[in-house]
């Protein structure tokens, strides 16, 4: 009965250390795995950001490219608007009270307040000289680096210049 006592207890410790082996390499297995979950999980966010960075850049680029489109437009409109302005201005009181003066007067208003709802906005000439939002188109006898006249306005789009006012700027002695 020792005999198959001591065989007993020969196959528990053998199957025990059989177990013992294989729970070591379940925790390897365990471990190799967890590994392989921080770094697919740490690519997957950065996949996601990458994305999400993407996706804020198409959004810019669209938004870059509708101001850029815009201000093609707006560039070739703007003559227009400053030739109805000069007319407008230009017009006698006679016909300041007829009928049709005032429709283009109301037509004129209506663009200009279109426009301003795209993000066009009128340079602001008077006052210092600006060489960032003004042009220079000639000097007069004034108060040095002021303007004196407007030539023609300027306009911004949503901030950035799209035409520089043109300008006569004060200088003192100066004559045209």
């Known amino acids: 009965m020792k005999k198959d006592d001591k065989k007993q207890q020969d196959d528990v410790v053998s199957q025990a250390t059989t177990e013992n082996a294989q729970l070591d390499q379940l925790g390897k297995e365990l471990t190799e795995l967890k590994e392989q979950f921080e770094l697919q999980n740490s690519q997957l966010k950065r996949a996601v950001a990458d994305y999400q960075n ?33 007319a407008l201005t ?53 108060e040095e680096n002021t303007i004196v006249e407007v030539a023609e306005k300027g306009y911004t789009l949503n901030g950035k210049v799209l035409k520089p006012a043109k300008v006569v700027v004060g200088k003192k002695g100066a004559s045209s």
């Open 90 to 142: 230009g017009a006698s009181e006679e016909e300041k009270r007829s009928g049709w003066f005032k429709g283009v007067a109301m037509a004129v208003a209506q663009l200009k307040n279109t426009l301003k709802e795209e993000g066009l906005s009128e340079i602001v000439a008077d006052g210092q000289f600006d060489p960032s939002q003004h042009e220079a188109v000639d000097t007069a006898t004034g």
């Open 54 to 86: 993407l996706e804020k850049r198409v959004a810019e680029g669209r938004s870059e490219l509708k101001t850029w489109v815009s201000a093609g437009i707006l560039t070739k409109l703007l003559p227009v608007l400053d030739h109805l302005d000069k």
